[in-house]
């Protein structure tokens, strides 16, 4: 399955049923101009190989998750802003925030996540991406 990903491309792995998240991704994916970005749900099969070979603990992450198979895995307010360095202007501005150290953004983040099935909700199931947007998802 991470096979599946072409080297030029990032994975983002997101939680399926979060609305924010789910947000997230549409968000990115409409601000994608370079089309740099493809997307799968930590819930996926996918997710599962990524979880195990970075061994991640799935009951401690409330993150997403940026892959590739140069750079690695990336988490929480490193791989938001990450995603933002390649979004267009001026998402890209977003950078700036690199200067507060991680400990601080992952703070912030970490409440962000914590709270976040209260503030936005969550679905049932993972989203299911429409027929136009499934060539940017991996199964």
């Not at 307010?77 to 150290?101: D, E, N, Y």
């Not at 996540?113 to 199931?125: I, L, M, T």
Request: glycine fraction near 2%; charge should be positive; proline fraction near 5%.
């Amino acid at each position: 399955m991470i096979q599946a990903l072409p080297k030029h491309k990032q994975l983002i792995l997101f939680d399926g049923i979060c609305n924010l998240c789910n947000a997230s991704v549409l968000y990115v994916i409409k601000h994608d101009k370079a089309n740099r970005f493809m997307f799968a749900p930590l819930q996926s099969e996918v997710g599962k190989q990524i979880i195990q070979k970075f061994n991640v603990d799935p009951t401690k992450t409330d993150s997403i998750l940026l892959y590739s198979e140069e750079k690695g895995l990336t988490v929480k307010s490193t791989a938001a802003l990450h995603i933002a360095k390649h979004l267009s202007f001026p998402r890209s501005l977003m950078t700036v925030f690199f200067i507060v150290p991680t400990f601080i953004r992952n703070w912030v983040y970490d409440f962000v996540a914590k709270n976040r099935y209260k503030w936005y909700g969550k679905k049932d199931a993972c989203m299911i991406p429409t027929p136009e947007l499934k060539a940017k998802f991996l199964a």
